[in-house]
């Protein structure tokens, strides 16, 4: 049995400024896709459980970039042909699976994986499976789900599944290439924005036992919920639950779940802090006696949902609170100062200007004399979510800035464990605070160091506070913008 495995993989965040364009992908071709294997990817996922299963796996192309502005209609273009491409010259197939995201939008183009599920739906016909994994803040449509047998979106948010969520897609493609049935996919949408929500407390937990226990109660081959993409002015926005079934028979096990959500929406109503504030809450903790670093997440900044990681605004309140040698903030990506770090060397003192160098939303850059503490070339094997994957931060380096080390780095992502502050000679575990630039995914790599966690939602393109963004592409209320919000079977996907 042959399974081709391909995907574009991009989250688009539509008010971050510019577009994407086809230098911000990092892309495997072929057979260059197949050491995946060994990482806790959703393409590794794939091909090792074709390995696994003595099934032959087909690699095509994987296109990859950091979550960022709408995408250029000409990459997308010259993308989707070309994965189409490698799929027509592989056939013939007996399953395809995509390694997607959800939440991608295209000038023009407002749902990128429905458009590109329909081409190769178009291509292979009807008898053949296609199924796709995807990240769960994914703004799912209907029209994505017909063209699909089976939609799989990682459990967990931080995304510590992905591997497992594409062994179960792919094994649900062999089952139905072997059984000769045709899986089928409902989506039921809510009319609500959600903030960023971890699962692995709190609501979020919540939910997905409530839609796991009714998957396994019900035998459905799969009942997931989306949490969907705020930061993203399309007007399929909002938040799913989506079955997969045999023959339908999914849709009322979603709208159950789906009711039991809308009924629980205040729970995930949240009251940001504000840099300052944020900082207080932590001193707060640590006089109390906590255990372990206080961990200050700034949401607001996340290079993982769209924002350009540059941000000022919580290192600036954490030096205005005069938390010194007991602090590290990390990290901030200014190639500049980077750059200039490297070519001073380690043990120098420099000026610098740090910061704030793509807008004046994220803050005001920083003027400052620093040491140069130590200086790393960037390139790191994650050891929390996405295991084993590669990631290249580009040189790096730990400057001190009033007694407080502040890491730089050169490329653009949100923190997801502490190896790029080990390349750097820093254990967190030492600090009493260590403020980051991140959602909720670093929680896979620091829920077992944190003493506790504060969240700092400082200006910024991820602020949890979305009522901030304009709304021109919505056709109806939503949650929690407008009170007259209603959910109800058949609104529109």
């Given at each position: 049995?042959r ?104 000038d ?55 591997h ?10 062999i ?16 009319p ?20 796991l ?39 009322e ?41 206080v961990v ?20 600036r309140?954490m ?48 003027v ?18 996405m ?29 997801f ?5 080990l ?71």
């Open positions: 049995m399974i081709a495995i391909g995907g574009i993989d991009h989250e688009a965040n539509t008010y971050a400024q510019g577009h994407t364009r086809l230098d911000a992908f990092a892309i495997l071709r072929g057979e260059a896709m197949l050491p995946t294997r060994t990482m806790e990817t959703h393409v590794g996922g794939a091909v090792r459980t074709c390995e696994v299963r003595g099934v032959t796996p087909i690699p095509l192309l994987y296109a990859q970039a950091q979550p960022s502005g709408t995408i250029e209609r000409e990459t997308y273009s010259h993308l989707r042909d070309e994965l189409i491409d490698r799929l027509t010259d592989a056939l013939p197939v007996e399953g395809v699976v995509l390694c997607l995201h959800g939440a991608d939008v295209v023009g183009i407002p749902d990128l994986e429905g458009d590109l599920c329909r081409h190769v739906r178009d291509l292979v016909g009807d008898h053949i499976p296609v199924v796709a994994v995807f990240d769960l803040h994914g703004n799912v449509t209907q029209a994505m789900a017909d063209s699909l047998n089976g939609m799989f979106p990682c459990h967990q948010y931080p995304h510590i599944d992905f497992e969520r594409a062994r179960e897609a792919m094994d649900l493609v089952r139905q290439a072997s059984e000769g049935w045709r899986g089928r996919c409902d989506v039921v949408r809510l609500m924005l959600l903030p960023t929500t971890t699962t692995f407390e709190g609501i979020g937990a919540e939910i997905l036992a409530e839609v226990e009714r998957e396994d109660r019900s035998g459905l081959p799969d009942l997931s919920w989306f949490h969907g993409f705020p930061h993203s002015d399309v007007p399929h926005v909002g938040s799913f639950i989506v079955a997969t079934s045999r023959q339908g028979e999914g849709r096990q979603a709208m159950t779940v789906a009711a039991k959500l809308w009924a629980k929406r205040e729970a995930f109503r949240v009251h940001s802090l504000d840099g300052a504030q944020s900082v207080q809450k932590a001193k707060a903790l640590v006089v109390s006696g906590v255990e372990g670093p200050i997440n700034e949401t607001s900044n996340n290079c993982g949902g769209g924002a350009p990681g540059d941000g000022t605004h919580l290192r309140a030096l205005d609170a005069g938390l010194g040698t007991e602090a590290y903030f990390g990290f901030i990506v200014d190639p500049v100062t980077a750059a200039q770090a490297h070519r001073a060397g380690t043990s120098n003192v420099i000026e610098i200007t740090l910061g704030g160098r793509t807008d004046t939303l994220h803050g005001a850059p920083n400052t004399s620093v040491c140069v503490k130590s200086l790393s070339d960037g390139r790191l094997v994650l050891q929390a979510m295991k084993g994957a590669p990631l290249n931060l580009g040189p790096m380096a730990r400057l001190v800035i009033d007694g407080m080390d502040v890491v730089v780095a050169s490329r653009r992502s949100q923190t464990d502490p190896e790029p502050f390349a750097l000679g820093i254990d967190v575990r030492r600090y009493r605070y260590v403020a980051l630039k991140s959602s909720n995914l670093f929680r896979a790599g620091f829920r077992e160091i944190a003493g506790a966690i504060v969240t700092a939602d400082t200006p910024g393109l991820v602020t949890q506070n979305i009522a901030v963004f304009p709304r021109q592409s919505t056709r109806e209320p939503l949650w929690p913008l407008d009170a007259r919000a209603l959910f109800k079977e058949g609104n529109p996907v």
